[in-house]
């Protein structure tokens, strides 16, 4: 009788502790496919969303000229569809941010309370000086990097970096799926600080022929940027030993 109670008990507090830990994200996770929007359909997030669109997900492709982007969803298919910047942070369980990182500001003053309220926001966007400006370039480094700054200009949000370092053109070919060029299969590196975020991105990603691998916090997302020492395509081993070098 004891041992039961105190099964029972630890039963329960099991299932409240998952409850708590699984928190906003449960409800996402619960549902089979995730709806997926995307802020930016240009070259990265067009090549994104039609992924996820060909792995069965709807997936709104949004942007301030959504009219411009009915080839792109003729060609990720039935399951995609476009819309307002505004429609797709509706739609989304997920929401993709693929913009020109100097957009992220704005975006976060414009949707931030709504990107909060997302259990998962994924960071593709990169600042780049030549394309941002060196002033922009110079507040991100100021902020620790890109992982922490994006988090300053979306506060709240529940948010992964990941992507960024692997160019359009890798993302597309093959059909849906990511084609690795090397032989086994090749890590995708990502970054976050909430658990709940985290759980979902490895779930979603894992569905694409990357592994993702967590390389630490935020902070960590400095080295999601294109030309940093963990860019390019390495196993998810590789991915793991470079990490364990980061400061
Ligand atoms: N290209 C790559 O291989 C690659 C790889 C990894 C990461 N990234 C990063 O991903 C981001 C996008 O790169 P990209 O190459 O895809 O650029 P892109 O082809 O120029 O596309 C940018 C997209 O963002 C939209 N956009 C711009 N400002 C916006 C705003 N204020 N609100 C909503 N949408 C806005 C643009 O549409 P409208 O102008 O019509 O709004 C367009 O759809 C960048 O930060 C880049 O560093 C790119």
């Known amino acids: 009788m004891t041992n039961?109670?105190?099964?029972s008990r630890r039963r329960i507090l099991e299932v409240s502790t998952a409850t708590l830990v699984l928190g906003p994200a449960s409800k996402a996770l619960a549902q089979a496919p995730l709806k997926i929007a995307t802020i930016g359909a240009g070259n990265e997030g067009g090549a994104l969303g039609t992924i996820f669109a060909k792995l069965g997900h709807p997936v709104m492709f949004s942007s301030r000229h959504p009219e411009q982007l009915n080839d792109l969803v003729a060609?990720?298919?039935p399951n995609a569809r476009a819309g307002s910047v505004a429609d797709a942070v509706a739609f989304g369980d997920i929401v993709f941010l693929v913009v020109p990182y100097s957009a992220v500001e704005q975006i976060g003053r414009d949707y931030g309370k709504a990107l909060a309220a997302k259990p998962l926001?994924?960071?593709v966007s990169n600042p780049s000086a030549a394309r941002d400006g060196d002033a922009l370039a110079k507040w991100v480094d100021e902020q620790g990097g890109a992982g922490l700054a994006t988090a300053k200009l979306l506060p709240g949000a529940h948010i992964v970096r990941a992507f960024n370092n692997f160019g359009h053109?890798?993302?597309?070919?093959n059909e849906v799926l990511i084609k690795p060029t090397l032989a086994q299969t090749v890590g995708v590196p990502m970054a976050g600080d909430d658990a709940q975020a985290i759980a979902l991105a490895t779930k979603l990603f894992k569905e694409t022929r990357f592994e993702p691998v967590l390389i630490g916090g935020l902070a960590k997302g400095k080295y999601l940027v294109p030309g940093s020492v963990i860019s390019g395509e390495h196993t998810p081993d590789e991915l793991r030993k470079i990490a364990a070098s980061l400061k």
């Open 121 to 123: 926001v994924v960071d």
């Open 169 to 173: 053109n890798g993302l597309h070919g």
């Open 4 to 7: 039961t109670f105190c099964l």
């Open 75 to 77: 060609t990720a298919g």
